[in-house]
């Protein structure tokens, strides 16, 4: 390996990524029998932040800093992402959110507000569901617990709903088939996910420039290998364990912040109220699925504001 490609890798590596975050630090800790990787930073009541698919800790980059300003930030690359362990089996919902009871115990900590995106945020509501005591709020960034209206979910889409753009009122979500199926993608997409990200971005963003191509890079070096894409489709294939859980939770009551690009806010508004009985919900229409990307600021005065309550 020459020293160029080395540097190439180097740079998204933990230890230099960790540079455009004055005052975060990079750890690994062992819980629930898998090693996962987070980031910390800021100091106050402690915020829990998980990212989603096809993303990593380094998401947050865009709201981080300022949220630290007020807040002890934990962003964790969940099971299965980024540095993280990337375990064969454990990634059903329940298990993943007792990786991170597990990892606030390590820390020492008896309550804290966590906050998901995507993927991230099914994992957040099902801290609160299985940790209520655990929990102070919840925050949900285009994203809450799998249930039985994924089972509802279009193979095809309804003529004229599949454009360039994500229709936000019939939205057509088609890697959520794609991702069911096991070992498959990873030979497809080994060394290429650059060209699924690219398209992703594109398809779900309202701008998707607001995605910056070291951002892209960051994330295809960490989704480009095999193990990556096979784990990161776990999240996918456990939904109907999550949905045979889901059956045995009791209605939220801690206060719930819910987030909703255009694609969402509608879903989020319906769904939400029946698992909450405390929750706001919140629509960003000028942004697409990335809205930490696309919509730093909105994103950040609803978090701050809902926290500060």
């Not at 819980?31 to 998401?59: A, D, F, I, K």
């Not at 990634?91 to 309550?111: P, S």
């Not at 498959?184 to 398209?199: A, H, N, Q, S, V």
């Not at 909703?260 to 989020?268: L, P, R, W």
Request: proline fraction near 5%.
């Amino acid at each position: 390996m020459d020293n160029q490609h080395v540097l190439a890798v180097n740079q998204f590596a933990d230890e230099e990524l960790i540079k455009n975050f004055p005052g975060f630090t990079n750890h690994h800790a062992k819980v629930n029998g898998t090693q996962l990787h987070y980031v910390e930073g800021g100091s106050g009541q402690p915020l829990v932040c998980l990212p989603g698919w096809p993303q990593t800790w380094y998401s947050y980059h865009p709201i981080a800093m300022e949220m630290a300003k007020c807040y002890r930030v934990i962003i964790v690359d969940i099971r299965g992402m980024g540095s993280s362990e990337k375990p064969a089996s454990g990634y059903d919902k329940k298990n993943m959110a007792r990786d991170i009871f597990e990892l606030i115990k390590y820390l020492g900590l008896d309550q804290v507000n966590i906050m998901g995106h995507d993927i991230g945020g099914m994992v957040a509501m099902s801290f609160a569901f299985n940790y209520p005591e655990c929990t102070r709020k919840v925050i949900v960034a285009d994203g809450s617990h799998p249930s039985e209206g994924m089972l509802q979910m279009p193979l095809i889409p309804t003529d004229g709903t599949f454009g360039e753009k994500m229709d936000g009122k019939m939205p057509y979500a088609w890697w959520m088939g794609f991702n069911q199926v096991k070992a498959l993608p990873e030979k497809i997409l080994e060394g290429r996910f650059g060209y699924l990200l690219d398209y992703l971005f594109s398809y779900v963003m309202v701008d998707e420039d607001k995605m910056s191509e070291f951002d892209r890079q960051v994330y295809t070096h960490y989704y480009n290998s095999a193990e990556s894409i096979r784990a990161s489709n776990c999240w996918y294939q456990s939904f109907l364990q999550d949905i045979e859980d889901s059956k045995t939770y009791q209605m939220l009551s801690m206060p719930v912040l819910g987030i909703g690009s255009y694609v969402s806010y509608n879903y989020m508004k319906m769904g939400l109220p029946y698992v909450s009985s405390n929750v706001e919900i919140i629509g960003i229409p000028d942004s697409g699925h990335y809205m930490f990307e696309e919509q730093p600021e909105k994103v950040l005065g609803a978090v701050l504001d809902f926290l500060a309550e």
